[in-house]
């Protein structure tokens, strides 16, 4: 039986519980940062589809949070589009580009 490296366990629990506050698959630093650019003019770089991605999948507008796999059901596609449409959005959002 091969025991995990305790160094390299370490190194594991330490990304994990990090992480484990995420929301969505994004770290507490860039919620706040999404939270705070949303009812920004920043909001009106994105796509129609982005933002209505974004604020499903994360909860804005005061709408509850839909899974992805819910969204792409009725988008009629896979998770990973969402995925890759949520992450596109957020990069977008929160580009330094002046509004």
């Given at each position: ?17 990090s ?6 698959g994004?770290?507490s630093?860039?919620?706040a940062a ?13 796509s ?9 999948v994360?909860g ?5 949070a ?17 995925r ?16």
């Amino acid at each position: 039986m091969t025991l995990v490296c305790p160094a390299r366990f370490k190194i594991f629990l330490a990304a994990f519980t990090s992480r484990s506050n995420d929301r969505y698959g994004m770290h507490s630093t860039e919620w706040a940062a999404i939270q705070a650019a949303w009812p920004t003019p920043r909001r009106r770089r994105l796509s129609a589809k982005e933002q209505d991605v974004l604020a499903r999948v994360a909860g804005l507008d005061s709408q509850a949070a839909v899974p992805m796999t819910v969204i792409a059901a009725e988008r009629g596609c896979t998770r990973e589009n969402v995925r890759q449409v949520k992450e596109k959005a957020i990069l977008k959002l929160l580009a330094d580009s002046s509004p």
